[in-house]
């Protein structure tokens, strides 16, 4: 049977009013397409909490600045619905840019919170488009849960702090990160990287244990990721940092957990990574 595809915003909602008739709890996976095993996982982890699960497929322009690459972001439909068609989605949402956003559209949503620093200081464009997808599409679906993946983690803190503040009717789930056999984070971007980046690419993760497991000060074990991946090859670093878990702030007094993240580029290519830090 051929996975159902819907196009229009009324199409997706009539399915899931059908679904929520006959008490059934309704999933969604968001992604922007070009689909790997990270996103496959995230679907794998959403089914034990619901009894339909929605797999969207949309690139949002708003999430992109002018100088980003939302013309050549890989796109492939075709290969995400036949990947798709062996995984325990039930449907695709797949609308296009004029259903997402009509002519007239002028709504925008402003963030603070955890999504102060870090993307916003290189992307500050990155979680305003991303808070205002997140919500349109919890809104179109009418999920009871979602779910995203960890890789993008100051993104899911962002997301759960804006569900919370909105007081919105659905229950947010992380995703572990999924990883190539030499650790490098598996990303949709990641078909950027030359056969000569690659390997500089596998060895961040590497650097990122070290930060996450270093006992020397923060300051000191942020300095010393840096030089480390300056001297592996990569081009620049926007971060390398270690947060509280929950707030992203400056760990404190208060804080319970804390997260190592880097963000480094290869030449136009951006890596992004995190883990759990001592």
């Known amino acids: 049977m051929t996975l159902p595809v819907y196009r229009t915003i009324a199409d997706m909602r009539a ?31 959403i089914a034990p909490h ?5 797999t969207s497929i949309f690139v949002n322009p708003t999430q992109f600045a ?6 050549t972001y890989p796109r492939d439909e075709a290969a995400d619905l036949a990947t798709l068609e062996t995984s325990k989605a039930d449907c695709v949402f797949a609308p ?13 949503i402003v963030l603070d919170g955890p999504a102060r620093g870090l993307e916003s200081d290189n992307r500050p ?50 995703g572990p990160i999924i990883r190539e ?22 060895k961040l993760n590497g650097i990122l244990k070290t930060l996450a497991h270093s006992t020397a000060p923060r300051e000191v074990a942020e300095e010393e990721a840096r ?4 001297a592996a090859g990569f081009t620049a670093v926007d971060y390398a940092t270690i947060r509280d878990a929950e707030t992203l702030a400056i ?28």
């Open 15 to 45: 399915q899931v009013a059908a679904w929520k008739a006959d008490g059934l709890r309704v999933g969604l996976v968001p992604t922007m397409g070009a689909l790997h095993q990270g996103h496959l996982s995230l679907i794998d982890e």
């Open 66 to 71: 002018a100088h980003e690459d939302l013309d």
């Open 227 to 230: 030089h480390a991946l300056l």
């Open 50 to 54: 619901c009894d339909r699960i929605i």
């Open 125 to 174: 464009h990155f979680f305003g488009g991303v808070a205002l997808i997140v919500n349109k599409l919890l809104s179109q679906s009418q999920a009871d849960v979602a779910i995203f993946g960890e890789k993008d983690y100051q993104q899911l803190r962002v997301i759960r702090r804006m569900v919370r503040a909105l007081a919105l009717p659905v229950e947010i789930l992380g």
């Open 251 to 278: 760990p404190d007094d208060n804080t319970i957990e804390r997260r190592a993240l880097i963000a480094a580029r290869l030449g136009d290519v951006r890596l992004l990574d995190n883990m759990a830090a001592i």
């Open 96 to 108: 296009g840019v004029a259903e997402m956003y009509p002519d007239g559209f002028t709504t925008a």
């Open 181 to 202: 056999a030499d650790g490098l984070a598996m990303s949709s971007r990641n078909v950027y990287l030359t056969e000569a980046q690659r390997p500089i690419a596998a």
